[in-house]
Protein backbone atom coordinates (compact mmCIF):
# COMPACT_ATOMS: atom_id res chain seq x y z
CA UNK A 1 0.00 0.00 0.00
CA UNK A 2 1.17 3.35 -0.43
CA UNK A 3 0.08 6.84 0.74
CA UNK A 4 -1.01 8.63 -2.39
CA UNK A 5 -0.67 12.78 -3.13
CA UNK A 6 -3.64 14.51 -2.29
CA UNK A 7 -5.20 17.14 -5.22
CA UNK A 8 -5.60 20.19 -3.96
CA UNK A 9 -8.86 22.75 -5.50
CA UNK A 10 -8.91 23.96 -7.65
CA UNK A 11 -7.54 21.56 -9.54
CA UNK A 12 -8.90 20.50 -12.66
CA UNK A 13 -9.72 17.07 -11.96
CA UNK A 14 -11.34 18.07 -9.40
CA UNK A 15 -14.16 19.78 -11.17
CA UNK A 16 -14.47 16.70 -13.78
CA UNK A 17 -17.68 14.06 -14.14
CA UNK A 18 -15.88 10.83 -13.05
CA UNK A 19 -15.83 7.43 -15.24
CA UNK A 20 -18.12 4.48 -14.34
CA UNK A 21 -15.58 1.57 -13.34
CA UNK A 22 -16.62 -1.34 -16.15
CA UNK A 23 -14.36 -4.43 -13.94
CA UNK A 24 -13.23 -4.33 -10.59
CA UNK A 25 -9.13 -5.50 -11.54
CA UNK A 26 -6.12 -5.70 -9.49
CA UNK A 27 -5.37 -1.88 -10.31
CA UNK A 28 -8.66 -0.96 -9.13
CA UNK A 29 -8.30 -3.31 -5.26
CA UNK A 30 -4.55 -1.63 -5.39
CA UNK A 31 -6.34 2.08 -5.74
CA UNK A 32 -8.64 1.50 -3.14
CA UNK A 33 -6.55 0.25 -0.83
CA UNK A 34 -4.15 3.00 -1.33
CA UNK A 35 -6.79 5.39 -0.73
CA UNK A 36 -8.08 4.05 2.25
CA UNK A 37 -4.42 4.64 3.59
CA UNK A 38 -4.29 8.07 2.41
CA UNK A 39 -7.96 8.82 3.81
CA UNK A 40 -6.52 7.34 7.24
CA UNK A 41 -3.42 9.39 7.39
CA UNK A 42 -4.56 12.27 6.38
CA UNK A 43 -6.47 12.13 8.55
CA UNK A 44 -10.05 11.76 7.17
CA UNK A 45 -13.52 10.12 7.00
CA UNK A 46 -13.58 9.74 3.35
CA UNK A 47 -11.51 10.18 -0.17
CA UNK A 48 -12.95 10.00 -3.35
CA UNK A 49 -10.63 8.38 -6.55
CA UNK A 50 -10.37 12.13 -8.49
CA UNK A 51 -9.26 13.62 -4.97
CA UNK A 52 -6.01 11.53 -5.78
CA UNK A 53 -5.39 12.03 -9.51
CA UNK A 54 -7.83 9.67 -10.78
CA UNK A 55 -11.04 10.53 -12.10
CA UNK A 56 -12.72 7.35 -11.67
CA UNK A 57 -16.18 6.74 -9.58
CA UNK A 58 -15.14 4.94 -6.56
CA UNK A 59 -15.00 6.37 -2.56
CA UNK A 60 -14.01 4.92 0.62
CA UNK A 61 -15.27 5.85 3.65
CA UNK A 62 -14.79 5.06 7.01
CA UNK A 63 -16.85 7.03 9.90
CA UNK A 64 -16.18 4.87 12.83
CA UNK A 65 -14.68 6.89 15.94
CA UNK A 66 -12.35 2.58 16.24
CA UNK A 67 -11.35 3.23 12.12
CA UNK A 68 -12.31 -0.21 11.39
CA UNK A 69 -15.32 0.05 9.03
CA UNK A 70 -13.89 1.01 5.58
CA UNK A 71 -16.74 0.78 2.96
CA UNK A 72 -15.60 1.07 -0.34
CA UNK A 73 -18.28 2.39 -2.80
CA UNK A 74 -17.57 1.73 -6.56
CA UNK A 75 -20.46 3.38 -8.87
CA UNK A 76 -22.31 4.88 -6.06
CA UNK A 77 -25.90 6.08 -7.25
CA UNK A 78 -28.10 7.74 -4.24
CA UNK A 79 -31.20 5.82 -4.85
CA UNK A 80 -33.41 7.68 -1.91
CA UNK A 81 -33.10 11.16 0.10
CA UNK A 82 -34.99 12.03 3.34
CA UNK A 83 -37.13 15.18 3.06
CA UNK A 84 -34.82 15.87 6.27
CA UNK A 85 -31.99 18.05 5.59
CA UNK A 86 -29.33 19.44 8.42
CA UNK A 87 -27.04 21.84 8.11
CA UNK A 88 -23.26 21.20 9.91
CA UNK A 89 -19.79 21.93 9.13
CA UNK A 90 -17.80 20.27 6.81
CA UNK A 91 -14.13 20.00 5.79
CA UNK A 92 -12.16 18.46 2.67
CA UNK A 93 -8.60 17.25 2.57
CA UNK A 94 -8.41 18.90 -0.92
CA UNK A 95 -9.24 22.43 0.74
CA UNK A 96 -7.28 21.70 3.98
CA UNK A 97 -8.11 24.76 6.57
CA UNK A 98 -11.52 25.72 5.17
CA UNK A 99 -15.05 24.79 7.07
CA UNK A 100 -18.24 25.93 5.95
CA UNK A 101 -21.93 25.11 6.38
CA UNK A 102 -23.28 22.99 3.92
CA UNK A 103 -27.19 21.47 3.82
CA UNK A 104 -27.51 17.56 3.26
CA UNK A 105 -30.94 15.27 3.69
CA UNK A 106 -30.40 13.51 6.87
CA UNK A 107 -30.88 9.91 5.75
CA UNK A 108 -30.07 7.88 2.47
CA UNK A 109 -30.19 4.88 0.62
CA UNK A 110 -27.24 4.51 -1.20
CA UNK A 111 -26.08 1.43 -4.55
CA UNK A 112 -22.98 0.82 -5.45
CA UNK A 113 -20.50 -2.10 -6.08
CA UNK A 114 -18.41 -3.62 -3.87
CA UNK A 115 -14.86 -4.31 -4.34
CA UNK A 116 -15.64 -8.04 -4.90
CA UNK A 117 -17.78 -6.76 -8.03
CA UNK A 118 -21.18 -7.38 -5.63
CA UNK A 119 -24.13 -4.87 -6.19
CA UNK A 120 -24.57 -3.94 -2.99
CA UNK A 121 -27.44 -1.11 -1.07
CA UNK A 122 -26.93 0.82 2.23
CA UNK A 123 -29.36 2.77 3.85
CA UNK A 124 -27.28 5.55 6.07
CA UNK A 125 -28.02 8.38 7.84
CA UNK A 126 -26.25 10.73 10.83
CA UNK A 127 -22.23 11.91 10.09
CA UNK A 128 -22.32 8.21 7.54
CA UNK A 129 -24.62 9.44 5.14
CA UNK A 130 -23.23 13.35 5.37
CA UNK A 131 -19.60 11.99 4.43
CA UNK A 132 -21.34 9.62 1.41
CA UNK A 133 -22.77 12.62 -0.04
CA UNK A 134 -19.96 14.64 -0.14
CA UNK A 135 -18.09 12.15 -1.40
CA UNK A 136 -20.05 11.13 -3.95
CA UNK A 137 -20.10 14.96 -4.67
CA UNK A 138 -17.03 14.55 -5.95
CA UNK A 139 -17.47 12.00 -8.72
CA UNK A 140 -20.11 14.76 -10.21
CA UNK A 141 -17.24 17.32 -10.32
CA UNK A 142 -18.72 19.14 -7.26
CA UNK A 143 -17.12 19.88 -4.02
CA UNK A 144 -18.63 21.45 -1.21
CA UNK A 145 -17.75 24.88 -1.47
CA UNK A 146 -19.82 24.86 -4.91
CA UNK A 147 -22.92 24.75 -2.21
CA UNK A 148 -22.46 28.13 -0.69
CA UNK A 149 -23.31 31.24 -1.71
CA UNK A 150 -21.34 33.58 -3.89
CA UNK A 151 -20.12 35.26 -1.50
CA UNK A 152 -19.12 32.35 0.77
CA UNK A 153 -17.37 30.30 -1.95
CA UNK A 154 -15.28 33.71 -2.30
CA UNK A 155 -14.73 33.79 1.41
CA UNK A 156 -13.53 30.48 1.41
CA UNK A 157 -11.52 30.85 -2.05
CA UNK A 158 -9.61 33.81 -0.02
CA UNK A 159 -9.23 31.77 3.04
CA UNK A 160 -7.84 28.72 1.02
CA UNK A 161 -5.01 31.38 -1.06
CA UNK A 162 -4.16 32.47 2.48
CA UNK A 163 -3.25 29.85 4.22
CA UNK A 164 -1.25 28.43 1.29
CA UNK A 165 0.73 31.53 1.57
CA UNK A 166 1.22 31.17 5.01
CA UNK A 167 2.46 27.82 4.47
CA UNK A 168 4.41 28.86 1.72
CA UNK A 169 6.50 31.37 4.01
CA UNK A 170 6.94 29.22 6.22
CA UNK A 171 8.67 26.43 4.17
CA UNK A 172 11.36 29.47 3.31
CA UNK A 173 11.78 30.36 6.88
Known amino acids: MAILPIVQFPNPILAMKCQTVTEITDNIRQLAADMAETMYKAPGVGLAAPQVGDPIRMVVIDVSEEKNHLLTLINPVITERSSEEETGEEGCLSLPGVWEKVTRNTAITVEYMDLDGLQQSLQADGLLAICIQHE ?38
Open 136 to 173: LDHLDGTVFIDHLSRLKYDRACAKLKKRRQQEKREKTH
